[in-house]
């Protein structure tokens, strides 16, 4: 009688099993990455939107945008708006604009709140918003810090860090009579136009 001889077959079926497993977590990552991107922008089609809107094809503007890329990666989406502040050491900020989502919601959104700066003055500002693991639209509705220190000049574009829990937005404005001292506060975005910078 012929013995199967075990010391052969089981260390194949663990080998086809290993190399098995290797190729399904390889597919399956490579099926989450096709999904991240479907959902996301890449940075040339941001850089393209964030030109039209601006008007300038500034160097600094891409170079920004590629910084931003660099710490956050690709956005979910983005808000194109317009800003008024104000500051006579402590500023308020008023703002409207669009959100749109890679998935294809879109909303109008307002957004006021408090700042403190060293200048006194008053500007209107075009305002291009990166945002960032925003499950919903709905999700943006409610007040978001700035983060110290995450303010970057380049070539006269301007970006800042807002962030609450996972949400990241990064503001980027363009021109000169930005405060910096926006940075500084937080920014409450709202579904109607509210005058209390609350």
């Given at each position: 009688?012929?013995?199967?001889?075990l010391n052969?077959i089981?260390?194949?079926?663990?080998r086809?099993?290993?190399?098995?497993?290797?190729?399904?977590?390889f597919?399956?990552?490579?099926?989450?990455?096709a999904?991240?991107?479907?959902?996301?922008?890449?940075?040339d089609?941001?850089?393209?939107e964030?030109k039209?809107?601006?008007?300038?094809?500034?160097e600094g503007?891409?170079?920004v945008?590629?910084?931003?890329?660099k710490?956050?990666?690709?956005?979910v989406?983005?808000?194109?708006?317009?800003?008024?502040?104000?500051?006579?050491?402590v500023?308020?900020?008023?703002?409207?604009?669009?959100?749109?989502?890679?998935?294809?919601e879109?909303?109008?959104?307002?957004?006021?709140?408090?700042?403190?700066?060293?200048?006194l003055?008053?500007?209107?500002?075009?305002?291009?918003?990166?945002?960032?693991?925003?499950?919903?639209?709905?999700?943006?509705?409610?007040?978001?810090?700035?983060?110290?220190?995450?303010?970057?000049?380049?070539?006269?574009?301007?970006?800042?860090?807002?962030?609450?829990?996972?949400i990241?937005?990064?503001?980027?404005r363009?021109?000169?009579?930005?405060?910096?001292?926006?940075?500084?506060?937080?920014?409450?975005?709202?579904?109607?136009?509210?005058?209390?910078p609350?």
């Amino acid at each position: 009688m012929r013995h199967l001889n075990l010391n052969r077959i089981f260390p194949s079926a663990s080998r086809i099993f290993l190399l098995g497993l290797v190729i399904s977590l390889f597919m399956s990552a490579q099926a989450r990455a096709a999904e991240a991107d479907q959902n996301t922008y890449d940075q040339d089609s941001i850089v393209k939107e964030a030109k039209e809107f601006f008007g300038e094809a500034t160097e600094g503007l891409a170079k920004v945008i590629e910084k931003v890329f660099k710490e956050q990666g690709r956005p979910v989406g983005y808000i194109k708006g317009e800003e008024l502040s104000a500051a006579i050491t402590v500023g308020l900020s008023y703002g409207k604009g669009d959100l749109v989502l890679k998935n294809g919601e879109t909303a109008k959104v307002f957004w006021q709140g408090p700042s403190i700066g060293f200048d006194l003055g008053f500007n209107a500002s075009k305002v291009f918003t990166l945002v960032y693991n925003l499950p919903s639209k709905h999700d943006l509705y409610q007040r978001f810090p700035g983060v110290d220190g995450s303010l970057y000049w380049i070539a006269g574009v301007g970006v800042n860090y807002q962030r609450r829990q996972d949400i990241v937005l990064a503001p980027i404005r363009l021109g000169a009579g930005w405060r910096t001292g926006a940075s500084v506060g937080y920014l409450h975005y709202t579904r109607e136009r509210s005058y209390l910078p609350l």
